[in-house]
């Protein structure tokens, strides 16, 4: 069975944004990887925004990231499905500081 594998690269500012919006099925997280482009530490929010039913759920809080370093949210084969609608946003506490680089597999085929 083919798989349709997809990324949504992003660069965020100082507010929330989104780095995943285009679920439209169930979709399949395969990694998340937020890369500091400053020379100064900087501290990032991801969170999955629910589209039914509604709510706002963390995947990590205020967590630093070097500078010129890079976290890696889903790692070691560990898999992340959404819903369709659902979306996956970020911050930065510094404006423009923050690549985000969301890689998934739209519409798992059985």
Not at 87 to 98: E, G, H, P, R, Y
Request: hydrophobic share 40%; aromatic share 6%.
């Amino acid at each position: 069975m083919a798989q349709n594998f997809k990324n949504q690269v992003e660069t965020v500012t100082d507010s929330f944004e989104d780095i995943l919006d285009q679920v439209d099925s169930f979709d399949t997280v395969i990694g998340i990887r937020l890369v500091n482009i400053l020379t100064s530490t900087i501290n990032v929010d991801v969170k999955i925004v629910r589209a039914s039913p509604s709510g706002t759920f963390y995947l990590i809080k205020n967590a630093p990231i070097a500078a010129g370093g890079s976290l890696e949210l889903i790692d070691g084969g560990a898999k992340l499905v959404l819903q369709s609608g659902d979306k996956i946003q970020a911050q930065s506490d510094t404006a423009n500081s923050l690549d985000t680089v969301v890689s998934y597999i739209d519409a798992i085929s059985t």
